[in-house]
């Protein structure tokens, strides 16, 4: 039976892209966004989307009210669905067995729960989350145990593969969909069910089908796998700066090479976002668990050598200060862990800030997308600071790029958003409103740094040694 009814639940970056690109896409399907987070829904259902994402707007505003609804009634949704999406958070275990490196199953738990107890009739629930391997029994057990009689549920598999800031561009053209299914006939039939709601735009050969497993496996295997390439790049940019060889001119002649491939040897401050370091330490647990303790440190590398290039970005720039910045001034433009997103989750930003503020220098904020209000809320987690008036006395968040950087003493240029390039901001204008010597620091890359120390900018670059 062709899938006409679609129920997602969670209406975060994943759930509220993916639906309403599916929305956009299959028009004889109706698909309902739901959440428990009700300021969430409204915020889908008005003008001002609670995420940024280039093209979400136009996909969102053209389908809503007709085949795309946001709404807080999870049991009608459900209910009403011949297909359910569950794609809330899994976010890794703050206390109890496995804190610091397990996912948190607990909202994954939840909504299977609620599936099961109010569903009156047969359902494919698919697992959009990203979870641990094996996840699906669980979701199998508890529906199985807690359904009224008669009805059945197929379970699928379908990680999401994509990346904030290029969202709607990733799913109106995905490198594949992976869906994977129990090699039942029942499973199999799920299986062919949700490939038909992709290939109303997905050419059918990017339509991979794999048992449950591999499917779990594989969307931690992929993350795992391109956060490598950026650790390794970034563990190559601290040779570079030692000897003199330049961290992009290695990366574009490696990238060369077919088999190694350009893309993702970006050298950096650092990962961010909600998922790297998350997933990764999920296969590290998942490897402890299966009693693969080198397996397990050897993905562990990857997460420890990210946490030391954001250490070694701050200490160089300590000491490049003259061994100290109390008192001084830190313009630090961008905030989100990447560009084109206004997602904080882990950006390398809150470490770097936090390690400022711990040195007792002013801090000055400037990004396009991120919420004030966020901005204080991260830095004052409990942890290393532990109170939102020590970060308040320490940072201040700017309208513009330029009020951050005026009478400061060294610019860190933390996000690559496009606004930040030298071909956008004026960046004599940056220079002649600072302190001198006027330092700037890039972590990302992206800057012309001859044309910058013409200026007279002392420009430090990750992965450069000029
Ligand atoms: P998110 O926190 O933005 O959204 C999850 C939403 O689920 C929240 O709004 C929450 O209120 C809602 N929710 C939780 N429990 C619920 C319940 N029982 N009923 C209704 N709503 C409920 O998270 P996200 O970034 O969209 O990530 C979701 C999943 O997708 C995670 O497993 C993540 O690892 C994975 N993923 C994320 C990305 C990404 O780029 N953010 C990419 C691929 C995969
Ligand atoms: C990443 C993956 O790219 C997606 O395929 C995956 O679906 C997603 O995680 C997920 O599971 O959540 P995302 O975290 O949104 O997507 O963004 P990326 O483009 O992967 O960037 C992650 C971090 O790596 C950013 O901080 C980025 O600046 C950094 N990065 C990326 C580099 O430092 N260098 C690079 O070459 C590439």
Known sequence: MPVRNICCIGAGYVGGPTCSVIAYKCHDIKVTIVDLNQARIDAWNSDNLPIYEPGLDEIVFERRGKNLFFTTDVDGAIQEADLIFVSVNTPTKKSGMGAGMA?????????TR???EVAKSSKIVVEKSTVPCRTAQSMRTILEANSTPGIHFDICSNPEFLAEGTAIKDLLNPDRVLIGALQ??????????????YTHWVPADRVITTNLWSSELSKLAANALLAQRISSINALSAICEATGADVDEVAYACGRDSRIGSKF????VGFGGSCFQKDILNLVYLSEQLHLPEVAAYWKQVVIMNEYQKKRFVRHIISTLFNTITNKKIAVLGFAFKKDTGDTREAAAITLIKDFIQEHARVAVYDPKVDHEQIFRDLSEPGVIDT??????????CASAYEACHDADAVVLVTEWD????????YQKVYDNMHKPAFLFDGRLILDAAKLRQIGFKVSVIGKNE
Do not use: C, M, N, W
Not at 103 to 111: C, F, H, I, T
Not at 265 to 268: C, I, N, Q, R, V
């Open 184 to 197: 039942t006939p029942e499973g199999i039939a799920a299986q062919k069910a949700l490939a038909e709601v």
């Open 388 to 397: 939102r008036k020590e970060v308040e006395k320490h940072v201040t968040i």
């Open 103 to 111: 996912a948190d199953l607990a909202y994954v738990e939840g909504a």
């Open 114 to 116: 609620r599936i099961a």
């Open 419 to 426: 606004e930040f390039r030298d071909t956008a901001l004026d």
């Open 265 to 268: 040897l970006k050298a950096s």
